[in-house]
Structures are given as structure tokens and as C-alpha cells.
């Protein structure tokens, strides 16, 4: 009877020991669990001045993609933390648990040390092949964030930074600003704000290529001239702020090289919101254009010439055309 008792006792406290070892090591685990998906900082559009003029949330970049991985690994080592340290626990039981006749069977002993060494040798490969991803993470994560140029800034404000043990630091979202012009970007398509008296809706050449030049957006022109009344130049004198502020947005929504091909010079389709009065400019078509305007901007079927119509959420109307997207802003519906 004082056997039974005492197997009982011993395999009670045995079971109890291992539910305490799991609980030390499971709490502080599933915490942790809790931040794995990294919260992407806003993004902010500012005037010259430093003010600010529009707040995109949320905007994910490669460096919160490599964090992400970066957690999703570190949850994998803290899941098999718990699960060697359960293994241990399940070996040293095997091992001080009694056989019938009170003594330890050897049997359960060498299965215990079985037990003890294969998680201890698992546990030891686990890490080095978890040190190994973790370089590796940072490492192309480095090389990637270097690899993108002019567009870094946008992907991060500086890219990746190694940081402590096992951490990438992104770049702060102060560092995720832009310079525009200080226009008001209203929420839903409505009509323009009216201007004050010391800010003109319009900018001169000089005002827009210095916000386009801040933003990393280019201008093309075949006669690579500005000359308004020339056909073959680029012109932006008398851009209304709203149209250009439109393009530093879409610059900030793709994320890729965006550039002007066409402003308000002569050559263009004539009208009250045309190329002229300032209400649209060419952007030239790349892959990458193409592809975000097609992707998330709602087809509102053809224009009166044919060309097919996209719209964005906030009623800009993005027309394609053989060589490029014919751009307006969001203050007026142009067809």
C-alpha cells in the first residue's frame, strides 16, 4: 500500500511540476505572440513650412515586411522553447518515476535520458538554424532596402538599421514626410476650396518643379525645354496646387518612379479644365503606374475620344492614353 501511495504521490508531483514549467515558460510566450504583426506608421504629406497637410495611415514598407518575418521566426523559436522545455520535463519524469517494486525501472530510466538528449540536440540545431534565418533576414533586408535608390525614402525613410539582438529597426515615422504645396486635399470629390487671398490656387513653373523635385518626380519633356508655348517643352506655369498635389499623392500611394511628361503647355486638348487652365498634366506610363492605377483605382468605363477612365477613392480621375495617363485632380469631374 505504502508503494502505491508513493507511486501516487510521485507521479502527481511529477505532473504538477511539468504543468508549472510549461506555465513559466507559455505566459510570457503568448504575450509576446501578441506583437508579432509590426504596426505600420502613417504617412504624412507637409507643406514647406513643416505643416502638416494629410495623414495616410497604416503605410506599410519592405522594412515592416522584413519585421514581420522577422517575428513570425522569433515566435517559431519561443514555440519550440516551450516545446524542448515540456520535453525535458516529460525525460526528467520519465527518470524519477519508481518501477512496481519501488525501485527505477531501467527501462523508463533510458528512455528518460533518450527523451533528454534527442530535445537538447533538437534544441541546439533549432537555434542555429533560427541564428542563421535571423542574418539572413537582415542581411537581404539590407541589401534590398540599398537596392531601391532614390525611392528609399519612401520605403522606409533611410531603410533597414541592425538593431539590438534579433531586431530590425524601420525608421521612424517622423522621417515619412513630403514637401507640398499647401492645398487642403478633401476626403470626398468636392468642389476646390476657396483660395485665400495670400495663397494663389495656381503655382509658377519654379514653385511646382521645387515640390515635384522634393518628392523625387520627374520631368520629361522631348525638346527638354520649359516653354510654355512650345508643344515640345514641359511646362508647369499656372499648375493648380490641387493637380499637383494629387501627383506627390500617387507618388506616395505607388511607390514607384513617377514622371511628368506633359503640364500646361500649348499642344493639348483645349477647354475650361484642360492642361492650360492647370486642371491636368501627363504622367508617363510605366509598368509599375500601369499597374497600381489598374489594380486599385475603380474603372469608370471610356472617355468621349476612347480612352479608358480609372478613378481613385478620392474622385481623381486618371485617363490612359497610347504613352501616357492623362492626370487631373480632385476638384472637378473632367469627361
Known sequence: MKIIRYRTLSFWTATTGLVLIAAVFAIPFFVSAQGIIPQCPDRI???????????????????????LSQSVLNFVWRLSAVGAALMLGYGGFLMIVPGIGGEKSAAMYEKGKKVLTNTVIGLVIIFFAWLAVD????????????????????LGGGGF?????????????ETRKVVASPATKPTTPTPAPIPSPTTSPTLNHAEALGIFAANRIKIESKGNCDDRNSAVCTSLEGLRRTTLNR???FKLECNCEVTVSGGTETGHEAGQFSHASGYKVDIKRTAAVDSYITRNYRNAGKRSDGAQIFVAPDG????????????????????
Do not use: M
Not at 316 to 335: I, M, N, P
Open 316 to 335: 481623381a480621375e486618371f485617363a490612359r492614353e497610347s504613352s501616357h495617363w492623362d492626370v487631373r485632380g480632385w476638384d472637378v469631374t473632367v469627361r
Open 247 to 249: 501627383v506627390v499623392l
Open 135 to 154: 542574418t539572413i533576414i537582415k542581411v537581404l533586408g539590407g541589401k534590398i532596402a540599398a537596392g531601391f535608390g532614390e525611392n528609399t525614402e519612401y
Open 161 to 173: 538599421e541592425f538593431g539590438p539582438w534579433n531586431r530590425i529597426n524601420c525608421s521612424p515615422p
Open 45 to 67: 504629406i507637409v507643406d514647406s513650412a513643416g505643416k502638416e497637410l494629410q495623414r495616410i495611415p497604416n503605410v506599410c514598407t519592405a522594412c515592416d515586411l522584413f519585421n
